[in-house]
């Protein structure tokens, strides 16, 4: 395997095609998420192998300091059977960031906790592992590969697939937001949107709100999600599926949203919320949601429905009946998810001494009022 290398403009032109969109890809890996995440003050790094394979990286200094932390976003890519050169690509990149100065580098690529060679290589090589970046560490799988949807829906809890029928038979629609969306429409079961997507999306965030004080969670600004969710919908890379009450117009409130990432031969579940009224009122709007999600992957041969993550945070195993993920986990497990372990989130510190320094300087100028020294964001 050569050493990476800095891609060049004509890798650049099909860089989401091998880093998203190909088995194993994932949407923090894309172009869209590079520029999104320059516009925070990180420096996106193209890296590219002569075999094809890319990585996204992102890196940043530190305040005052020289050196600085560099993050591979769900990267590399990992290929099924091949955790080895995964590692042994994650190990080059490092690498070459410490050689240009940088003192931490740390990755999550989703690669299975059953793939062993992966976790030898890149601990051998001085990688440790870290709490998690991303919100989870494992994730619920539907596996969708030689099911069509009558088979889907067999597979579905009978409880939930009750759910899933009242709320259809309600009168229920679902609204799909989508730049992949044919000429023949949005698809049986879905309708077309009668409020701009940039809207729609900008509302979803008042009903994650909602549903983050119900559930007792938060979200960072709204710039930034809603800045990032349109960036990513307009590449293809992001559906939302909004469920509407019967008769419901433009200026009323959906009951319940789902967002979804496209990417590595799979739909993935990423945000999702709905109203306290809205459950009361017109039950099983999420359940109606979650099987539109299904029949789409099906629909566009997908082998996989990623109904996300709900492992317990600090511990992050599988949670038990009474926790607070208990209600999610068994929502999901109701749709057919099985339950996958990942290797998780893990970095390799180059230099100790000044990690520690930078993380130190970057946590105190986040304390200070930021008329001092202007907004800051964590180093990782």
């Known amino acids: 395997m050569t050493e990476p290398r800095d891609a060049t403009p004509a890798e650049l032109e099909d860089w989401d095609a091998r880093a998203v969109d190909a088995p194993g890809g994932h949407v923090y890996q ?25 990585a996204l990286v992102l890196t940043r200094g530190w305040p005052i300091l020289s050196g600085g932390s560099g993050y591979v976003p769900r990267g590399p890519r990992p290929v099924l059977g091949q955790g080895a ?27 299975p906790a059953a793939d062993r060679d992966f976790a030898a290589g890149i601990v051998e090589a001085g990688f440790a592992p870290i709490e998690e970046i991303q919100p989870s560490r494992h994730r619920l799988t539907r596996p969708l590969a030689g099911l069509d949807e009558d088979a889907a829906l067999a597979g579905i809890a009978k409880s939930t697939r009750q759910r899933i029928r009242k709320a259809d038979a309600s009168g229920i629609v679902v609204a799909r937001h989508d730049t992949g969306t044919t ?131 600090g511990a992050r195993r599988e949670p038990r009946a009474g926790e607070s993920m208990w209600g999610l986990y068994e929502h999901k497990r109701s749709f ?36 001092r020294l202007g907004p800051s964001r964590s180093a990782r």
Do not use: K, N
Not at 30 to 40: D, K, L, Y
Not at 88 to 107: N, W
Not at 341 to 370: D, K, M, N, S
């Open 30 to 54: 894309s172009r869209g998420w590079a520029e999104h995440r320059a516009s925070q003050g990180w420096r996106p790094r193209f890296m590219a192998w002569d075999d094809g394979e890319r």
């Open 85 to 111: 050169s995964t590692a042994a690509r994650l190990v080059a990149i490092a690498r070459r960031l410490e050689d240009e100065g940088l003192d931490v580098v740390a990755a999550d690529p989703e690669v």
């Open 183 to 313: 000429a023949a429409g949005p698809g049986e079961g879905f309708c077309s949107p009668w409020l701009p997507s940039d809207a729609a999306l900008d509302r979803f965030y008042d009903l994650l709100l909602a549903t983050g004080e119900r559930r007792r969670f938060t979200f960072g600004p709204r710039s930034d999600f809603v800045a990032w969710w349109r960036r990513a919908l307009a590449a293809g890379h992001l559906v939302y599926l909004e469920a509407w009450a019967p008769g419901a117009a433009a200026d009323d409130e959906p009951l319940a949203g789902l967002i979804l990432y496209r990417h590595g031969r799979r739909l993935s579940t990423v945000h999702s919320g709905d109203r306290e009224t809205g459950r009361r009122d017109h039950p099983g709007a999420l359940h109606l949601l979650r099987w539109r999600a299904l029949q789409l992957a099906i629909r566009e041969g997908r082998d996989e429905l990623d109904l996300g993550g709900a492992d317990v945070a």
């Open 336 to 371: 057919g998810g099985q339950w996958l372990e990942l290797t998780g989130a893990h970095e390799r510190v180059a230099r100790p001494w000044r990690y520690a320094l930078g993380r130190g300087v970057a946590a105190g100028r986040r304390r200070l009022p930021l008329g």
